[in-house]
């Protein structure tokens, strides 16, 4: 029996035989004694740490029913744990953005506070350069506030009256040349009153 052993042995816990020399009968004494000390190490290591996992045969290679739900409930509690985290983050981010306010609402708070002399309104280039951009596009500035930006046009001085008529010019151009669209009357129409007004 120890002859069959000696290379199933070596199969498992490769190398061992090595040390032996060249006469086959030292080579088996020499690796009979550490074969059977090594593989059992080897084994639950590989069992345990998963580091060795070439000694076991492949059949102690599967999880057992019980040891594969201990693995799925642990990962599923991983799962959870990183999930909460994430909404807890997420959480405290969506408590911020209603906090700030889009550019279009500070910019028609500046023109209503503007309008309305209030004693707290300072000139705010950031605001004025949006408005400008802006004032042709009923979206953004709707038709209630469009008098009052015209208004506000008019105290305009400077570069910044030059750019504003330099820009309604080049846009009014633009839609000259272009193909009439059903949406652009109102646009087309703010251009004008701009022209007019600054003109």
């Known amino acids: 029996g120890s002859s069959r052993a000696g290379p199933a042995g070596h199969a498992q816990c490769g190398g061992a035989a090595a040390a032996g020399g060249g006469d086959p009968a030292v080579r088996t004494a020499a690796a009979s004694v550490p074969r059977r000390r090594t593989c059992p190490r080897d084994l639950t290591t590989g069992a345990e740490g998963g580091a060795v996992l070439r000694p076991v045969p492949d059949a102690e290679l599967e999880l057992s029913p019980e040891e ?6 642990k990962l599923k509690k991983e ?14 981010a969506a408590q911020h953005p209603p906090a700030r306010r889009s550019g279009a609402e ?19 280039k950031t605001r004025q350069t949006w408005l400008l951009l802006h004032m042709y596009d009923r979206d953004k500035v709707p038709d209630e506030h469009f008098s009052t930006m015209l208004a506000y046009l008019e105290g305009l ?10 820009k309604a010019e080049a846009l009014m151009r633009e839609l000259d040349e272009e193909d009439p669209d059903p949406l652009l009357p109102g646009r087309v129409q703010r251009i004008r009153q701009v022209l007019q007004l600054l003109s």
């Open 68 to 73: 594969q739900r201990v693995l799925e409930r």
């Open 79 to 92: 799962r959870k744990k990183e999930e909460r985290q994430r909404l807890r983050e997420a959480g405290l």
């Open 106 to 124: 500070l910019a028609l708070d500046y023109l209503c506070a503007w309008a309305q002399k209030h004693k707290n309104w300072r000139f705010q």
């Open 157 to 166: 001085q400077g570069r910044a009256r030059e750019l504003t008529v330099q």
